[in-house]
């Protein structure tokens, strides 16, 4: 469904429009007309375009008009040189996935979910007449699983006030564990037939973000090449099983929104994570969208990635 619908190789622009500073500088000139080009160059389909909720709120919940219109140019410029997009609201009143964020409160509050459903509304009524050029992803990454039941329910009623304007635009839903791919089994069957469950990978935690100071749950001071961890596509296989099997009894596929090698990694190195990874995507039909086009630790397009660039497209 994701490939026929141009969502099948992508790359996301993380750091434009989300976990940024908001200043005009980063808003107008992180992500510019020639940044669109170069993905479209890598033989790419599609850009994911995480967003922050105060890009297009107020703190009283009003509305932003310059931020939807943001939204609308990265459209406008996706379309030009032949990209899809997917809108990912990657933070919204009361959540985010960075604790750091200090957002909270959004799975107890029906407040900040109605809040939520109207947001899904404004998005909806801009942006859901293009279905084959646009898709919807609800929320990034829901954290704790003790909220899937209540998640399960946003999902539900979200989706019914998006399909008044948007009947036929795709929508992506993950589940918690940070859209853990283990934890896809818990998602309800989906509203419709357009939504497709939703997953990030950046296994092994420990290769794939070692050294990053915001993972927890790691050794700081370790550091490992590719061959000192068992990656191979039997792993990926095993860790991606459930999800599929899931996706496939509940009539849908599944997409991997993020995935991707943070830059203490040797460029070598994290070229040969990606074509393991690559090679089980391309074996069931996994749409999917790296992380990150630029900077953000895992940029890509940085100059560090400049010998091994030409070939790593060709695995993304």
């Known amino acids: 469904m994701l ?19 908001y200043s005009e500088d980063r808003l107008n000139n992180f992500i510019t007309e020639p940044d669109f080009a ?8 599609h850009v994911r375009i995480p967003i922050d909720y105060n890009i297009l709120e107020n703190e009283d919940g009003g509305y932003k008009e310059e931020g939807f219109a ?3 140019n990265a459209l ?15 933070k919204t009143a009361g959540f985010s996935f960075d604790f750091g964020e200090q957002e909270s409160g959004f799975f107890e509050s029906e407040k900040y979910q109605e809040r939520f459903y109207k947001l899904w509304e404004q998005i909806a009524k ?5 279905p084959d050029k646009v898709a919807f992803e609800l929320l990034n990454e829901v954290t704790d699983q003790q909220f899937i039941h209540v998640w399960n329910r ?4 979200c989706i019914k006030r998006i399909r008044a304007y948007a009947p ?3 929508i ?9 791919p283990e934890a896809v089994k818990d998602l309800e069957k989906p509203y419709d037939d357009k939504v497709i469950y939703n997953f990030h990978c950046y296994s092994p935690i420990e290769f794939t973000h070692q050294g990053a100071p915001w993972v927890r749950e790691i050794d700081q001071d370790a550091r490992y090449r590719f061959e000192d961890l068992d990656i191979s596509p039997a792993f990926f296989e095993k860790l991606f099983a459930e999800a599929i099997e899931k996706a496939e009894k509940s009539g849908t596929t599944v997409y991997c929104g993020e995935y991707g090698v943070i830059d203490r990694v040797q460029p070598e190195d994290a070229l040969k994570w990606f074509k393991v990874i690559n090679s089980v995507f391309e074996k069931h039909g996994i749409a999917r969208a790296a992380w990150s086009y630029k900077e953000m630790d895992f940029g890509v397009s940085d100059s560090r990635m400049d010998q091994v660039r030409d070939e790593l497209v060709k695995y993304l």
Do not use: M, P
Request: some cysteine.
């Open 3 to 21: 490939k026929e619908r141009g969502f099948y190789k992508g790359v996301n622009l993380g750091g434009w429009l989300s976990q940024c500073d």
């Open 168 to 170: 036929d635009t795709l």
């Open 76 to 90: 406008k410029l996706a379309e030009k040189y032949g990209l899809n997009a997917i809108v990912d609201l990657h």
């Open 70 to 72: 943001r939204i609308e």
């Open 38 to 45: 170069e993905i479209a160059s890598w033989g790419l389909d």
């Open 172 to 180: 992506l839903v993950g589940s918690y564990w940070n859209n853990s």
């Open 154 to 157: 946003v999902i539900h009623e």
């Open 126 to 130: 801009r942006f859901g007449d293009r």
